[in-house]
């Protein structure tokens, strides 16, 4: 706490104790030393003085310990600096970064260059000068056949019903649906033969379209003549079921003699629900993957090599730009470090002024009351009193000791000592840091072209030679479509 002008607000008491001790004559003309009173005014103003000294030592001390750590945080940071100032080039630190890499890109790259040899094989072959189109998910390619399937199902099974309810419907309308649909989409996929540079290929394509027109009426009109003979059975059992397809299907082929097989209107839509799906699926069977067959899976293949070695660059790059980055970040940080322990200094000296005269002040004021108050106390006293007032009534030597600047002297000795430790770091590394950062600045914009493509091109050849050290044929006429 600090002082707050408590001796000088004793003055009434201490003029009343100087009347009442005048008027006995005391204390006594050849006393030598102050008598209770006065040694009371100069306990309190000690004990103030005591305090204050204890406020700015505590502060003065702070100072001494914030100067001590900047000194050890200095030496520390000037440790670290060498290193970041002398480490390697940028050029240097990525390509000790992509040595450790250089193996496993050789290997991915090696891989994909097999396929992609592969692949413009197949497609100088096959004089193939586009980039292939298939679904990107062939599960949901294929979703909506099964789901148009399923309905083909559920639709003949309320025309195949007997006495077994849908159920047994079902089971031959699951029947027809696989033959129906199936077939289509296994037609289909043959049909993109057509596309093939071969010509017998080609032929073959043609006929599939051919076999899928035939197939899908001759199938969609068996099933709509069934509908009407399973109805006529009494009993559904296998032979009679069999007996029943037989019929249907000499009914079916006079389809092609231009005799309609339809018994009723039923009949006949069936028929063209049955084509219409048929028709759908052989379509998704053709579209299922690029319509130059062979052409889809050899270009999925080398995707997933090129998939497996672009990422990996792309990382690596990342890898890179970090590696340097960090460099410039931990320069950055030094600087930072260096620059506001400095200023903590100056700020720490400032403090300690501040403390400094602030004690100074108050200690001078606790100086100033008390010696008012003993003036006032031996004046009041000399009045009153009948015979001459002690010698030392005259003295204004203070009791007490007010010193207070020791703690002060060895912090600012601490003090002055980190600030010029800091002044020399300042003059040593801070033109230095900002030298290097720009340099790695500059290396880092030009790593892409400098170490990169020239490490991408090593990797490259690397994979290059190791292709070469083993046995690849490229896919001939002969064993492209096998």
Known sequence: MS??????????????AARMAGAQNRPPTNETSPDETEASIAKDATQYITEATIVFDRAAADAQRQAQESIQGGVVLEANLGPLLHNESAAALAQQLLAAQHGELVRLKAAEL??????????????????????PDQLHHYALIF????????LNAVFFQNDAGLVGGAMVALGVSVVNVGGALLLGHFFTYKNHAS?????????????FVVWTIFVNGVTSAFRHYYGL?????????????????????????????FRDFMSFILFFVGCGLAAFAFNKGYRADDVYPGYGPKHRIWQKAYDAWEPRVQAIRSELHAALGKARSDLLAARSTLLSNASRLSQTRSTLTIATTSCAAEISQIVADFRHLRGAYRKVNTTVRAIP?????AEDSLPFVTIHDGQRAVALVTVDAAEAEYQ?????????????????????????????????RDVILGAEEEIGRGVH???TAATAMR
């Open 233 to 261: 059975l009494d009993d559904p059992s296998a032979a009679a079921t069999g007996a029943a397809f037989i019929d249907a299907s000499r009914d079916a082929v006079s389809i092609f003699t231009l005799n309609s097989p």
């Open 147 to 154: 789901l148009l399937a399923v309905g083909e199902v559920v």
């Open 424 to 456: 020399r770091m300042k003059a040593t590394y801070l033109d230095r840091i900002a030298e290097k950062i720009a340099h790695l600045a500059i290396e880092a914009a030009e790593v892409e072209a400098k170490v990169m493509k020239p490490f991408l």
């Open 199 to 211: 010509p017998p290929w080609r032929s073959f394509g043609w006929a599939m379209m051919v076999i």
């Open 114 to 135: 097999r396929v992609l040899a592969s692949l413009n094989g197949f497609k100088k072959e096959h004089r193939i000068e586009r980039e292939p189109i298939y679904p």
């Open 3 to 16: 002082y707050g002008g408590e001796i000088g607000r004793r003055l009434p008491e201490i003029e009343k």
């Open 389 to 393: 007032a002690p010698a030392y009534f």
């Open 473 to 475: 044929v490229t896919p």
